[in-house]
């Protein structure tokens, strides 16, 4: 993830901030049904890095609090997250059931072939890399572009556009994102994807405070991959 800031006259504020995290973990499939599966996902590692040195205590907390994790995550068959708890069974934030999930949910509502596309809307996350606080949603038209491996991989591609949720006071938001996803048709399961995402907001603040309006760029570059157990 890259953030930029600048004055609305185009001028930067400051070098911009940039954090990566990496996850290592395995997800074992604990039940399967028509409607929904149970999976558990076991963080094996995470690592994190930031350029900010303001929020190098936050990231290094964060990458404890992810090690080790052991959520159980009930999947819809479109993908999203039904129910998420940890090892004893209390709920977990939603944020975190998301980011463990290792998939967005995706998949169309019906039966598509090669060429067909769908759409779909999502709402950003409250927090997390995209910096939008929940003032967004996510319109997306995928679109499923071959199957390959005999049919065992679909190939997916994917376009849409940030817009805001509603109106909110002093905050302006747009966006894109795109990209391509390889999903397993047997497991119905993401095994591997590269999305970008552009976030762009203006930030207006309090008369009172004397300041501008700034001009913030929010980056981020997501890839995932999956590994059958050897």
Known sequence: MEVTAADMAGHARGRPLVTSV???????????????STVLTVVDSALMHTT???????????????QGQRIRLQLAIDGSVENASDAGGRPVARELADAMAGMPAIFPRHP???GEEWTREMPLPTSGPFGARGLGYVSA???????????????????GVIRPASSTDGVQLSGSIGGTMHLDRARGWMTGSQV?????????????????????VTRVTQRLRTMDKR
């Open 22 to 36: 990496a996850i290592y973990s395995r997800t074992i499939v604990l039940s399967s049904m028509p409607a929904n």
């Open 52 to 66: 900010d040195s303001h929020g190098a205590e936050q990231v290094d907390a964060a990458e404890r609090m992810l």
């Open 112 to 114: 598509v072939r090669v």
């Open 141 to 159: 038209r995928f679109r499923l572009d071959s199957l390959v491996q005999n049919g065992r991989i679909a190939v997916v591609s994917m376009q």
């Open 196 to 216: 970008t995402v552009v976030v762009r907001s203006v930030v207006t603040p309090s008369p009172g405070t004397g300041r501008g309006p700034m001009r913030f």
